[in-house]
Protein backbone atom coordinates (compact mmCIF):
# COMPACT_ATOMS: atom_id res chain seq x y z
CA UNK A 1 0.00 0.00 0.00
CA UNK A 2 1.96 3.74 -0.97
CA UNK A 3 1.01 6.77 1.45
CA UNK A 4 -1.87 7.99 -1.09
CA UNK A 5 -3.75 4.70 -0.43
CA UNK A 6 -2.75 4.73 3.39
CA UNK A 7 -3.64 8.48 3.36
CA UNK A 8 -7.28 7.57 1.68
CA UNK A 9 -7.68 4.65 3.85
CA UNK A 10 -6.58 4.67 6.64
CA UNK A 11 -5.38 8.80 8.03
CA UNK A 12 -9.75 9.70 7.05
CA UNK A 13 -11.08 7.39 9.40
CA UNK A 14 -12.63 9.52 12.49
CA UNK A 15 -12.17 8.58 15.96
CA UNK A 16 -15.03 9.99 18.65
CA UNK A 17 -14.82 13.42 19.95
CA UNK A 18 -15.69 15.19 22.99
CA UNK A 19 -16.81 18.63 23.17
CA UNK A 20 -17.62 21.24 25.87
CA UNK A 21 -19.02 24.78 25.32
CA UNK A 22 -19.06 26.92 26.36
CA UNK A 23 -15.66 27.38 28.74
CA UNK A 24 -15.40 30.77 29.92
CA UNK A 25 -12.14 32.88 29.92
CA UNK A 26 -11.44 35.29 32.14
CA UNK A 27 -10.66 39.10 30.15
CA UNK A 28 -10.30 41.90 32.36
CA UNK A 29 -11.10 44.76 30.34
CA UNK A 30 -12.74 43.30 27.18
CA UNK A 31 -16.42 44.15 28.43
CA UNK A 32 -17.14 40.73 28.86
CA UNK A 33 -14.98 37.87 29.40
CA UNK A 34 -14.55 34.67 26.60
CA UNK A 35 -16.32 31.92 25.76
CA UNK A 36 -14.86 29.17 23.89
CA UNK A 37 -15.49 25.91 22.42
CA UNK A 38 -13.03 23.09 23.30
CA UNK A 39 -13.48 19.73 21.10
CA UNK A 40 -10.86 16.98 21.36
CA UNK A 41 -10.52 12.91 20.51
CA UNK A 42 -11.77 11.30 22.92
CA UNK A 43 -8.55 9.29 23.51
CA UNK A 44 -4.65 9.70 22.35
CA UNK A 45 -1.58 11.30 23.79
CA UNK A 46 0.34 14.29 22.55
CA UNK A 47 -2.45 16.24 21.01
CA UNK A 48 -1.93 19.47 18.23
CA UNK A 49 -3.70 22.16 19.21
CA UNK A 50 -5.98 24.23 16.82
CA UNK A 51 -7.31 27.72 17.42
CA UNK A 52 -10.09 28.57 14.94
CA UNK A 53 -11.56 32.10 14.41
CA UNK A 54 -14.64 32.39 12.73
CA UNK A 55 -16.14 34.80 10.07
CA UNK A 56 -17.81 38.07 10.72
CA UNK A 57 -21.25 37.63 12.94
CA UNK A 58 -20.60 33.67 13.66
CA UNK A 59 -19.59 32.09 17.34
CA UNK A 60 -18.41 29.44 18.69
CA UNK A 61 -21.33 27.63 17.31
CA UNK A 62 -20.11 26.96 13.76
CA UNK A 63 -18.07 25.39 11.27
CA UNK A 64 -18.61 22.67 12.50
CA UNK A 65 -17.71 20.87 9.05
CA UNK A 66 -14.08 21.78 10.36
CA UNK A 67 -13.78 21.66 13.45
CA UNK A 68 -15.53 18.27 14.54
CA UNK A 69 -13.03 16.89 11.63
CA UNK A 70 -10.20 17.85 12.69
CA UNK A 71 -11.05 16.62 16.32
CA UNK A 72 -12.13 13.52 15.46
CA UNK A 73 -8.43 13.59 13.44
CA UNK A 74 -6.05 13.79 16.57
CA UNK A 75 -6.53 17.72 17.05
CA UNK A 76 -7.87 20.05 20.12
CA UNK A 77 -9.76 22.65 18.52
CA UNK A 78 -10.42 25.79 20.72
CA UNK A 79 -13.17 27.72 18.79
CA UNK A 80 -13.79 31.58 20.87
CA UNK A 81 -16.71 33.94 20.25
CA UNK A 82 -15.45 37.24 19.10
CA UNK A 83 -17.25 40.66 19.95
CA UNK A 84 -18.63 40.73 16.74
CA UNK A 85 -20.65 37.74 16.87
CA UNK A 86 -24.14 38.21 16.49
CA UNK A 87 -25.04 36.05 19.09
CA UNK A 88 -23.39 39.08 21.55
CA UNK A 89 -25.61 41.81 19.08
CA UNK A 90 -23.02 44.77 19.81
CA UNK A 91 -24.01 47.71 18.70
CA UNK A 92 -22.58 49.74 16.28
CA UNK A 93 -22.08 52.48 18.80
CA UNK A 94 -20.06 50.76 21.26
CA UNK A 95 -17.67 51.84 21.70
CA UNK A 96 -15.38 48.84 21.28
CA UNK A 97 -17.13 48.65 17.89
CA UNK A 98 -14.11 50.73 15.73
CA UNK A 99 -11.23 48.16 17.53
CA UNK A 100 -12.71 44.62 17.65
CA UNK A 101 -10.30 43.67 14.92
CA UNK A 102 -7.86 43.93 17.56
CA UNK A 103 -9.91 42.79 20.29
CA UNK A 104 -10.23 39.41 17.81
CA UNK A 105 -6.69 39.30 18.11
CA UNK A 106 -6.20 39.03 21.67
CA UNK A 107 -8.96 36.97 21.89
CA UNK A 108 -6.59 34.39 20.69
CA UNK A 109 -3.82 35.00 22.27
CA UNK A 110 -6.22 35.31 25.55
CA UNK A 111 -6.18 31.54 25.02
CA UNK A 112 -2.42 30.46 24.01
CA UNK A 113 -2.11 32.17 27.40
CA UNK A 114 -5.07 30.60 29.56
CA UNK A 115 -4.39 26.58 27.87
CA UNK A 116 -4.59 25.14 31.74
CA UNK A 117 -7.97 26.51 31.99
CA UNK A 118 -8.94 25.33 28.61
CA UNK A 119 -7.26 21.94 29.40
CA UNK A 120 -8.84 21.44 32.68
CA UNK A 121 -12.05 22.32 30.92
CA UNK A 122 -12.98 18.82 29.55
CA UNK A 123 -12.94 15.95 31.62
CA UNK A 124 -10.72 13.52 30.51
CA UNK A 125 -8.33 16.11 28.81
CA UNK A 126 -6.03 17.07 31.24
CA UNK A 127 -2.18 15.83 29.97
CA UNK A 128 -3.12 14.91 26.63
CA UNK A 129 -2.02 18.82 24.96
CA UNK A 130 1.16 18.77 23.00
CA UNK A 131 2.12 22.62 23.52
CA UNK A 132 4.92 22.67 20.92
CA UNK A 133 2.50 21.80 18.00
CA UNK A 134 0.21 24.77 17.76
CA UNK A 135 -1.92 25.73 14.89
CA UNK A 136 -4.14 28.87 14.12
CA UNK A 137 -6.58 28.75 11.38
CA UNK A 138 -9.07 31.29 10.32
CA UNK A 139 -12.16 31.99 7.60
CA UNK A 140 -12.69 35.40 5.85
CA UNK A 141 -12.76 37.91 8.96
CA UNK A 142 -11.22 35.10 10.90
CA UNK A 143 -8.06 34.70 8.43
CA UNK A 144 -7.01 38.28 9.09
CA UNK A 145 -7.33 37.90 13.06
CA UNK A 146 -5.17 34.44 12.17
CA UNK A 147 -2.69 35.93 10.03
CA UNK A 148 -1.62 38.37 12.15
CA UNK A 149 -0.38 35.68 14.77
CA UNK A 150 1.72 34.34 11.92
CA UNK A 151 3.10 37.94 11.15
CA UNK A 152 0.85 39.73 8.91
CA UNK A 153 0.31 43.02 10.17
CA UNK A 154 -2.35 46.45 9.29
CA UNK A 155 -0.97 49.08 7.62
CA UNK A 156 -1.45 52.91 8.87
CA UNK A 157 -3.14 55.81 6.39
CA UNK A 158 0.79 56.21 5.73
CA UNK A 159 1.64 53.05 5.01
CA UNK A 160 3.50 52.23 8.15
CA UNK A 161 3.34 48.87 9.65
CA UNK A 162 1.64 48.52 12.81
CA UNK A 163 1.80 46.54 15.77
CA UNK A 164 3.53 42.81 15.42
CA UNK A 165 1.35 40.84 17.14
CA UNK A 166 3.04 37.36 15.62
CA UNK A 167 4.01 34.55 18.29
CA UNK A 168 6.29 32.43 18.10
CA UNK A 169 3.62 29.78 19.72
CA UNK A 170 2.35 29.61 16.59
CA UNK A 171 3.93 27.03 14.26
CA UNK A 172 1.72 26.81 11.16
CA UNK A 173 -1.58 28.28 10.29
CA UNK A 174 -4.93 28.16 7.41
CA UNK A 175 -5.79 30.96 5.84
CA UNK A 176 -9.63 30.20 4.19
CA UNK A 177 -10.86 32.90 1.94
CA UNK A 178 -8.69 35.61 3.67
CA UNK A 179 -8.92 39.02 2.59
CA UNK A 180 -6.26 40.78 0.53
CA UNK A 181 -4.42 43.92 0.15
CA UNK A 182 -6.29 46.91 1.18
CA UNK A 183 -5.80 50.97 -0.24
CA UNK A 184 -6.40 50.97 -4.12
CA UNK A 185 -7.88 47.49 -4.31
CA UNK A 186 -10.77 48.14 -1.76
CA UNK A 187 -14.24 49.42 -2.94
CA UNK A 188 -14.80 53.28 -1.21
CA UNK A 189 -17.61 52.00 1.40
CA UNK A 190 -14.47 49.27 2.19
CA UNK A 191 -11.73 51.96 2.78
CA UNK A 192 -14.27 54.27 4.74
CA UNK A 193 -15.70 51.57 6.99
CA UNK A 194 -12.88 48.89 7.17
CA UNK A 195 -9.88 50.99 7.71
CA UNK A 196 -8.01 47.84 9.17
CA UNK A 197 -8.53 46.32 5.96
CA UNK A 198 -4.89 46.63 5.27
CA UNK A 199 -2.87 44.29 5.58
CA UNK A 200 1.08 43.54 4.86
CA UNK A 201 1.91 40.26 4.37
CA UNK A 202 5.73 41.20 4.27
CA UNK A 203 6.71 39.80 7.67
CA UNK A 204 4.34 36.96 7.32
CA UNK A 205 6.99 34.72 7.53
CA UNK A 206 5.57 30.99 9.73
CA UNK A 207 4.19 28.46 7.24
CA UNK A 208 0.63 28.45 6.24
CA UNK A 209 -1.98 27.09 3.59
CA UNK A 210 -3.91 29.79 2.07
CA UNK A 211 -6.91 28.52 0.43
CA UNK A 212 -9.03 30.18 -2.34
CA UNK A 213 -12.41 30.02 -3.94
CA UNK A 214 -11.59 31.29 -7.62
CA UNK A 215 -15.40 32.35 -7.82
CA UNK A 216 -14.96 34.46 -4.88
CA UNK A 217 -15.88 37.74 -6.13
CA UNK A 218 -15.82 39.84 -2.71
CA UNK A 219 -17.90 43.02 -2.61
CA UNK A 220 -15.28 44.88 -0.56
CA UNK A 221 -12.51 44.66 -3.78
CA UNK A 222 -12.20 46.30 -6.67
CA UNK A 223 -10.06 42.90 -7.97
CA UNK A 224 -11.38 40.05 -8.94
CA UNK A 225 -11.24 36.76 -6.68
CA UNK A 226 -7.55 36.63 -7.14
CA UNK A 227 -7.52 39.52 -4.23
CA UNK A 228 -8.00 36.17 -1.87
CA UNK A 229 -4.33 34.71 -3.01
CA UNK A 230 -2.97 37.77 -1.30
CA UNK A 231 -1.56 35.89 2.03
CA UNK A 232 0.08 33.92 -0.37
CA UNK A 233 1.45 35.85 -3.23
CA UNK A 234 2.54 38.52 -0.74
CA UNK A 235 3.95 36.70 1.95
CA UNK A 236 7.71 35.34 2.15
CA UNK A 237 8.60 31.63 3.73
CA UNK A 238 7.13 28.46 3.23
CA UNK A 239 3.67 28.57 1.74
CA UNK A 240 1.57 26.48 0.25
CA UNK A 241 -2.55 28.07 -2.00
CA UNK A 242 -5.22 25.62 -2.63
CA UNK A 243 -7.16 27.27 -5.08
CA UNK A 244 -10.65 25.59 -5.60
CA UNK A 245 -12.63 25.82 -9.02
CA UNK A 246 -16.17 27.18 -8.39
CA UNK A 247 -15.71 27.86 -5.03
CA UNK A 248 -17.39 31.33 -3.46
CA UNK A 249 -16.39 32.31 -0.42
CA UNK A 250 -18.22 30.06 2.01
CA UNK A 251 -15.66 27.40 -0.05
CA UNK A 252 -18.94 25.28 -0.61
CA UNK A 253 -20.19 25.10 2.87
CA UNK A 254 -17.53 25.29 5.99
CA UNK A 255 -19.30 27.43 8.23
CA UNK A 256 -22.32 24.89 8.81
CA UNK A 257 -24.30 22.12 7.29
CA UNK A 258 -27.37 24.04 6.58
CA UNK A 259 -26.28 27.73 6.65
CA UNK A 260 -28.37 30.41 4.57
CA UNK A 261 -25.44 32.14 3.33
CA UNK A 262 -23.82 29.34 1.77
CA UNK A 263 -24.32 30.24 -1.81
CA UNK A 264 -21.82 27.39 -3.39
CA UNK A 265 -23.06 24.29 -1.65
CA UNK A 266 -20.84 21.41 -2.49
CA UNK A 267 -20.13 18.46 0.01
CA UNK A 268 -17.29 16.87 -2.21
CA UNK A 269 -15.85 20.38 -2.25
CA UNK A 270 -15.75 20.73 1.71
CA UNK A 271 -14.82 17.55 2.16
CA UNK A 272 -11.55 17.97 -0.07
CA UNK A 273 -10.53 21.22 2.08
CA UNK A 274 -11.13 18.58 5.45
CA UNK A 275 -8.60 16.36 4.11
CA UNK A 276 -5.94 18.71 2.35
CA UNK A 277 -5.99 20.97 5.66
CA UNK A 278 -5.37 18.07 7.70
CA UNK A 279 -3.02 16.95 5.87
CA UNK A 280 -1.01 20.24 5.51
CA UNK A 281 -1.59 20.72 9.59
CA UNK A 282 0.24 17.28 9.77
CA UNK A 283 2.93 17.88 7.50
CA UNK A 284 3.69 21.54 9.29
CA UNK A 285 3.25 20.70 12.84
CA UNK A 286 6.09 17.66 11.79
CA UNK A 287 3.35 14.87 12.75
CA UNK A 288 4.69 12.93 9.75
CA UNK A 289 6.36 13.88 6.27
CA UNK A 290 3.70 12.16 3.59
CA UNK A 291 0.76 13.12 4.45
CA UNK A 292 0.36 16.28 2.24
CA UNK A 293 2.59 14.86 -0.18
CA UNK A 294 0.15 11.86 -0.85
CA UNK A 295 -3.12 14.60 -0.16
CA UNK A 296 -1.45 16.68 -3.24
CA UNK A 297 -1.17 13.52 -5.32
CA UNK A 298 -4.45 12.22 -4.59
CA UNK A 299 -5.88 15.99 -5.71
CA UNK A 300 -4.13 15.83 -9.01
CA UNK A 301 -4.65 12.40 -9.73
CA UNK A 302 -8.42 11.80 -9.03
CA UNK A 303 -9.93 14.79 -8.49
CA UNK A 304 -8.21 17.50 -10.48
CA UNK A 305 -11.93 19.57 -11.09
CA UNK A 306 -12.18 20.26 -7.58
CA UNK A 307 -8.54 22.35 -7.67
CA UNK A 308 -5.41 22.70 -7.59
CA UNK A 309 -2.17 23.35 -5.10
CA UNK A 310 0.96 25.24 -5.32
CA UNK A 311 3.94 25.60 -3.11
CA UNK A 312 7.13 27.94 -2.44
CA UNK A 313 10.01 27.21 -0.27
CA UNK A 314 10.74 29.04 2.69
CA UNK A 315 13.32 31.78 2.05
Known amino acids: ???????????????????????????????????????????????????????????????????????????VVIQPTHLDSRSLNLPPEDPRTPHIWRIRVEDLRQILDQ????????????????RTRIAVAGHSWGGQTASMLLGARVLDESGKPGEDWSDPRIKAGVLLATTGLGGADLTPFAAEHFPFMNPSFADMTTPALIVAGDQDQSLLSNRGPDWFTDPYVMSPGSKSLLTLFGAEHSLGGIP????????????????????????????????????????????????????????????
Not at 12 to 37: C, F, M, N
Not at 287 to 299: E, F, N, R, V
Request: glycine share 8%; proline share 8%; with cysteine.
Open 1 to 75: MNNSENWNNNELTPAPILSVKPVTLPVPGRGEDLQVRVSAPAAGQDLPILIFSHGYGWSLEGYAPLADFWAAHGF
Open 115 to 130: LDLVEASLPGLSGRLD
Open 256 to 315: GYTVTETTDENPERVALIQQMTLAYLRDALGLDDWSWPAACSALEEEKPHLGRVESKAGR
